[in-house]
């Protein structure tokens, strides 16, 4: 019998799940919300937890930021188109979107700027006599090699561990941990409450990455009493690519932020050119030199699909969504070719599925020649589930693509 004809039976599964999905979609609040998109409908696009999709109406905007507020008004859009201003006032934009209160969020800098920022003034908070930063050993590779650059400044040492342990590590030694809210290979979300608490308790501060969970889920920094996060706008937010990070500095904290990277755009008074420097107050201080205005005003556009949408509804899509993948992925693909490494609880998920698969080489490449976009990591498929612009027929089309391409893969190729 042939790889196709042992597919057979599986894909029957498909009618009632396509009628499934068709149903759910109907039923989805947030439906509505993918035509503010650029997205054709031949492409699956699970690939927003990577590089988000382009909102509609940037073009447009931009046009008007290139063409008048640079082209017209040149030098003088840092003051009448509010480029100045930008960093914090975009930051005001985000910080519902991760429950924070409005003057503790900057935009500005990629995240590996903002990681070394903030763990060093986390570092710095913390005060003598604590020599220990500990850091999620399964880290995204950047905030990893940064932390252990900026323990060597400070004469700290890394202590790397599973996230779980980081609660019951914490001690007297500790001066702070940098903790992904959500693993980037196996989408699985950590207990930021739990942890936090945990540091506080043991006299620690906590730093937070919150690349995969800001726009996808609530954060709750401000009710959690997170000291320091960071995140990126490219995914989730859909700020375009390399549009401009962001740092959170909890109100309580700000006094004491000492900015490694003191620029100037984060001085008192930075048009007295004043040869010492006096830090601003509030969130300011986490500026460092010349924003980066057109990504940053392509990302103060892009916000404006967040405009009626609460956080929560999107929380709820997500796990409907991966849910619903999860069971078309059960149904079509034969046992054994994928594994998924997400887990499967709720409470410990972000937007994303990862698939172990040993053929995830030869698989991806083609999924995505059938119009299924994910990305490779070694040995997984990972797909990203964008609430705002996913829906249940695209995750039953993913599941069913797979299954059509992993027939036509020989497994261990
Ligand atoms: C968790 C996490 N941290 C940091 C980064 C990268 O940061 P940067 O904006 O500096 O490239 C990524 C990129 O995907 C990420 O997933």
Redo the contacts with the bound molecule.
């Keep these: 019998m042939s790889d196709l004809q042992q597919e057979a039976p599986r894909l029957d599964a498909a009618s009632s799940l396509r009628e499934e999905a068709l149903r759910l979609d109907a039923a989805d609040p947030l439906a509505g919300h993918r035509a503010r998109f650029a997205l054709d409908d031949d492409t699956v696009y699970l690939d927003g937890n990577?590089l988000g999709a382009l909102p509609a109406h940037v073009p447009a905007r931009m046009a008007d930021v290139i063409g008048r507020q640079w082209g017209e008004l040149r030098i003088r859009s840092w003051d009448e188109s509010g480029w100045w201003t930008a960093p914090e006032r975009i930051g005001d934009r985000i910080a519902p979107l991760v429950g924070a209160a409005p003057g503790q969020i900057v935009v500005g800098d990629?995240?590996?700027?903002n990681v070394f920022k903030a763990v060093v003034a986390a570092a710095r908070l913390a005060g003598e006599g604590r020599d220990e930063i500990l850091v999620d050993g399964s880290t995204?590779p950047?905030?990893g090699y940064i932390a252990e650059s900026a323990a060597r400044m400070t004469g700290h040492r890394i202590v790397a561990l599973d996230p779980a342990d980081i609660p019951a590590a914490a001690g007297e030694r500790t001066a702070l941990a940098l903790v992904?809210h959500i693993d980037?290979l196996s989408g699985r979300l950590h207990d930021l409450p739990g942890t936090t608490a945990a540091l506080h308790a043991a006299g620690a501060l906590a730093v937070w990455?919150l690349?995969?969970s800001a726009g996808a889920l609530p954060v709750g920094l401000d009710e959690h009493g997170v000291d320091l996060a960071v995140g990126?706008t490219y995914k989730y937010l859909n700020g375009g690519p390399g549009s401009p990070?962001y740092l959170y500095v909890a109100e309580r904290h700000q006094d004491r932020f000492d900015s490694p990277l003191p620029g100037w755009t984060s001085h008192a008074d930075p048009f007295g050119m004043d040869p010492g420097y006096r830090a601003a107050s509030g969130a300011v201080r986490g500026r460092v030199g010349t924003p980066d205005i057109l990504s940053m005003l392509a990302l103060e556009a892009a916000l404006d699909v967040w405009d009626g949408v609460t956080i929560e509804a999107v929380r709820a899509k997500s796990l409907a969504l991966t849910d619903f993948f999860l069971e078309c992925v059960r149904a079509y693909v034969p046992e054994g070719r994928v594994t998924p490494v997400t887990p499967e609880a709720h409470g410990e998920r972000g937007s994303q599925v990862g698939l172990r698969c040993a053929d995830a080489p030869a698989v991806m490449p083609e999924l995505i020649r059938r119009g299924v976009v994910g990305d490779l990591r070694p040995g997984l498929l990972r797909f990203g589930f964008t609430p705002l612009y996913v829906g249940f027929a695209d995750a039953e089309k993913a599941a069913r693509v797979l299954a059509e391409v992993l027939a036509g893969t020989p497994a261990g190729r």
Excluded: I, L, M
């Design positions: 990577s990629s995240t590996s700027v995204f950047t905030d992904n980037y990455d690349c995969h990126c990070a």
